[in-house]
T-cell receptor, first 111, second 111 residues
Framework: DGGITQSPKYLFRKEGQNVTLSCEQN?????MYWYRQDPGQGLRLIYYSQIVNDFQKGDIAEGYSVSREKKESFPLTVTSAQKNPTAFYLCASSKAGETQYFGPGTRLLVL | RKEVEQDPGPFNVPEGATVAFNCTYS??????FFWYRQDCRKEPKLLMS???SGNEDGRFTAQLNRASQYISLLIRDSKLSDSATYLCVAYISGSARQLTFGSGTQLTVLP
């Protein structure tokens, strides 16, 4: 089946720890995105990538990092610099100029 | 001012009712629009695209008024399964960031 997968579904982070969220797509989409959603809030763009080995900061990039070494993969690292990481993280992908399709999301909780 | 604004609701309507959601956008360069549906604790899923003056798909009708920078979504004969949060989304052609999301309107259809 074609689609976007995210793992894990739930992730727990300890103080001072970096954690990495996985996002993989087999839709042959060039562009990939990471969003953060807080309870009762809309989606906020963290990072996006239009092509392999290139990515740009979104509106709330501080405390996060990404890489795009393969077309299919766009992992997001939540670093210890992100002081309020508890949220629902959504990965999306699209063809150029077309709408975005989302993965099932990862819920990050701080212990 | 947010780029895409929606009435957050909640809208509580009886089954079979007709309900309308409104959305305004501030960037006149926005060229196309989408309505996404998001169920509780799930990822957003594309409901409808709105490229010109409007679009209809079964019980759902989306309308666009570029002069007033306003989009609406009408749901006729509401079903219990329509209960969700509806996200209004604007797309600017040529923008690498692609989509700007509203915060969503929550709908609960009551039996």
């Amino acid at each position: 089946d074609g689609g976007i997968t995210q793992s894990p579904k739930y992730l727990f982070r300890k103080e001072g720890q970096n954690v990495t969220l996985s996002c993989e797509q087999n839709l042959n989409h060039d562009a990939m995105y990471w969003y953060r959603q807080d309870p009762g809030q809309g989606l906020r763009l963290i990072y996006y990538s239009q092509i392999v080995n290139d990515f740009q900061k979104g509106d709330i990039a501080e405390g996060y990092s990404v890489s795009r070494e393969k077309k299919e993969s766009f992992p997001l690292t939540v670093t210890s610099a992100q002081k309020n990481p508890t949220a629902f993280y959504l990965c999306a992908s699209s063809k150029a100029g077309e709408t975005q399709y989302f993965g099932p999301g990862t819920r990050l909780l701080v212990l | 001012r947010k780029e895409v604004e929606q009435d957050p609701g909640p809208f509580n309507v009886p089954e079979g009712a007709t309900v309308a959601f409104n959305c305004t956008y501030s960037n006149s360069a926005s060229q196309s629009f989408f309505w996404y549906r998001q169920d509780c604790r799930k990822e957003p899923k594309l409901l409808m695209s709105v490229y010109s003056s409007g679009n209809e798909d079964g019980r759902f009708t989306a309308q666009l008024n570029r002069a007033s920078q306003y989009i609406s979504l009408l749901i006729r004969d509401s079903k219990l399964s329509d209960s969700a949060t509806y996200l209004c989304v604007a797309y600017i052609s040529g923008s690498a960031r692609q989509l700007t999301f509203g915060s969503g309107t929550q709908l609960t259809v009551l039996p």
